[in-house]
């Protein structure tokens, strides 16, 4: 039994003690039930001096559970720490890491730094440069102490123990690269430093490789004899954002030149009604045609308020959603801020991706130039054509194909026109050599 529950047995036992004496000298007072009575039999005579060690005992056993408790922190009983790994258990740990984690001694390599101080060298990288040579002789100064299995596996060592023996002598790349970055921190006196270096592999492939290396400083002052590098390769990951910001660059330069403007959007069906939500990718956000938009603080791109044909568009749209429709194209017009006329051109794919839920994607180009000259085309013509119905003269257009040793007329077009009329007195196309009999011209062959 724990000390502190003994402790207050004792202090329980010596209480009940005196007041058991109490209930015998209340009875021996004659039956009086007095507790003023007991009082007095209790304090006379060798009473008081009983209450007096009572008093000495229950202050110390009071004492002694106290002391016990701020020992223990509770009253009840502490449940073990949990014991840490063991040895085995931070090998597997070191060997389990997805990066080469080595151990390393350096301290040949502080020794010569100091004699170069002591030599007068200020400047180590333009030392270094001057001697090329000199890094890797340094290089195999360096104690390999430990390394874990992906270090010992991108070294191309068989084992650990192998690793340790031949290193740094057969050290492949990037060590020598990243034994330069080492120098240079270590030289400036610092203790925990990262960098990314750029390298060529075996193979001549350029490489990039995350390192991060720090000194032993647990005892309060740099250990040299214990420096932990851990590599990490990144080639993958640096290839892949520069491939992006690559790409995006490319599309920006593409969305600018090309004057279109890419978008795609969500709709969704709540309540019988399909909600919009469209998105621009930012490289489209210089664009002309991104700036003729004029519901972009709505989650849109046009309001109806400056496209006439905005609920044709939105019944197409919806039309071709609900269809089940691969996609739709239209032209509309749009009025910029500026009062200025734009025709655009929208050609949207449509992609199920649910039953009330599908997604868009947009291409918008602007066909103003096109509208405006198809219109002036319409228009010459129009007015071509009142010019012939005035004129005294006709005009006429025909292809004309050889068939063996005949010719073929075909599509022969003859405007209406005054002469026209009085030559054959109604507006009909005649076709080929047809025209002039039926104008009977006698000097045709």
Not at 176 to 194: G, I, K, P, T
């Amino acid at each position: 039994m724990p000390v502190w529950k003994l402790t207050c047995w004792f202090a329980a036992a010596v209480w009940c003690g005196p007041l058991a004496a109490a209930d015998g000298c209340i009875a021996v007072a004659g039956g009086q039930t007095s507790l003023r009575m007991a009082g007095a039999v209790l304090w006379d005579g060798h009473a008081r001096g009983a209450w007096l060690g009572l008093g000495i005992v229950s202050v110390a056993a009071v004492g002694l559970a106290f002391w016990q408790w701020r020992r223990r922190g509770s009253w009840t009983k502490t449940p073990p720490k949990e014991s840490l790994p063991g040895e085995g258990g931070y090998r597997q740990l070191f060997d389990s890491m997805p990066v080469q984690i080595l151990e390393e001694d350096f301290t040949a390599i502080m020794d010569s730094l100091s004699r170069l101080r002591a030599e007068g060298v200020t400047d180590f990288i333009t030392h270094l440069t001057a001697h090329p040579g000199l890094s890797r002789e340094w290089l195999e100064r360096v104690r390999l102490v430990d390394a874990n299995r992906p270090a010992v596996a991108a070294a191309g060592f068989a084992d650990r123990q192998a690793m340790i023996a031949d290193f740094p002598r057969h050290a492949p790349a990037p060590h020598l690269e990243v034994f330069n970055h080492q120098l240079s921190a270590l030289w400036s006196d610092r203790r925990l430093f990262e960098d990314e270096i750029r390298y060529l592999d075996s193979g001549g492939n350029e490489r990039a490789c995350l390192m991060k290396c720090q000194v032993d400083v647990s005892s309060g002052r740099a250990d040299f004899s214990r420096v932990v590098l851990a590599l990490s390769d990144i080639t993958t990951a640096k290839r892949t954002a520069s491939a992006q910001v690559e790409n995006q660059e490319l599309l920006r330069k593409i969305l600018s030149r090309a004057d279109i403007l890419l978008w795609w959007g969500q709709v969704r069906r709540e309540d019988g009604h399909l909600r919009w939500k469209i998105n621009v990718p930012s490289q489209s956000f210089d664009s002309p045609l991104f700036q003729l938009a004029t519901a972009r603080d709505k989650g849109g791109l046009w309001d109806a308020e400056h496209v006439p044909e905005h609920r044709q568009i939105d019944e197409r749209a919806s039309q071709a959603i609900y269809s089940g429709k691969a996609g739709y194209q239209h032209e509309f017009r749009v009025i910029a801020s500026t009062g200025e006329t734009h025709w655009l051109s929208e050609d949207v794919g449509i992609f199920r991706l649910g039953a009330d839920e599908w997604s868009l994607l947009g291409v918008v180009t602007d066909v103003t130039a096109r509208r405006k000259a198809e219109e002036a085309r319409q228009a010459s013509e129009a007015q071509l054509r009142e010019i012939l119905k005035r004129a005294d003269c006709m005009l006429w257009r025909a292809n004309i194909v050889r068939e063996g040793d005949s010719l073929s007329w075909r599509d022969f077009e003859m405007p209406g026109s005054v002469l026209h009329q009085r030559l054959f007195g109604a507006e009909h196309p005649v076709s080929g050599t047809g025209l002039w009999l039926a104008a009977d011209a006698p000097e045709l062959p």
